[in-house]
């Protein structure tokens, strides 16, 4: 049963605490991404990675890590500098690109943090 | 930033009739993509079509591409309850898929 996985699907936090969310996938895809949505908005990407090793900030990386030591993993870290963390997270994967072509991305089921 | 810009941003029809869903966008394009949200859930893939193209189909979903008008449109024929999502466009620019932007969305009520 191949997919992306995240875990956990809520999460809560004190104020000044870093977490880390979970992304998983058994698609055998080079590539992986995290995205933010905040209520009623569109998708924002945090951080971005093509193969294992190596990843890119998105357009709103500041106050957020991650780590590509495995294919199959892409672990995102909200830490403290991140002002406003609260928001629901999704994790995505696809096939590498490597020209001008785009493939979709398989999206996990998201993670809604929520800290006070 | 957020390239693509849905318009409307809410939709509601009655179940049957058809929905749709239309996206600006602001640069040069390889391929657009339209995905649909449940709500609190992930994101589901639907459509990609490519710059060179102008029209595909997928079952009941129709989708146009204006390259000259920086533009796409989203048509849901004979909707169900079931279609009742948000509903996304995203662009990946000149830079491939290592980064797709997504537009705010429009938010499709079916009323059964």
């Known amino acids: 049963d191949g997919g992306i996985t995240q875990s956990p699907k809520y999460l809560f936090r004190k104020e000044g605490q870093n977490v880390t969310l979970s992304c998983e996938q058994n698609?055998?895809?080079?590539?992986m991404y995290w995205y933010r949505q905040d209520p009623g908005q569109g998708l924002r990407l945090i951080y971005y990675s093509q193969i294992v090793n190596d990843f890119q900030k998105g357009d709103i990386a500041e106050g957020y890590s991650v780590s590509r030591e495995k294919k199959e993993s892409f672990p995102l870290t909200v830490t403290s500098a991140q002002k406003n963390p609260t928001a629901f997270y999704l994790c995505a994967s696809s096939i590498r690109s490597t020209g001008r072509t785009s493939y979709e991305q398989y999206f996990g089921p998201g993670t809604r943090l929520t800290v006070t | 930033s957020q390239q693509g810009e849905e318009d409307p941003q809410a939709l509601s029809i009655q179940e049957g009739e058809n929905a749709t869903m239309n996206c600006s966008y602001k640069?040069?394009?390889?391929?657009l993509q339209w995905y649909r949200q449940n709500s609190g859930r992930g994101l589901v893939h639907l459509i990609l079509?490519?710059?060179?193209?102008r029209e595909k189909h997928s079952g009941r979903l129709r989708v146009t591409l204006d390259t000259s008008k920086k533009s796409s449109s989203l048509l849901i024929t004979a909707s169900r309850a079931a279609d009742t999502a948000s509903y996304f466009c995203a662009t990946d620019g000149n830079f491939g898929n290592e980064k797709l932007t997504f537009g705010t969305g429009t938010r499709l009520t079916i009323i059964p």
């Open positions: 640069t040069s394009i390889n391929n």
């Open positions: 079509i490519r710059s060179n193209e």
């Open positions: 698609l055998n895809h080079d590539a």
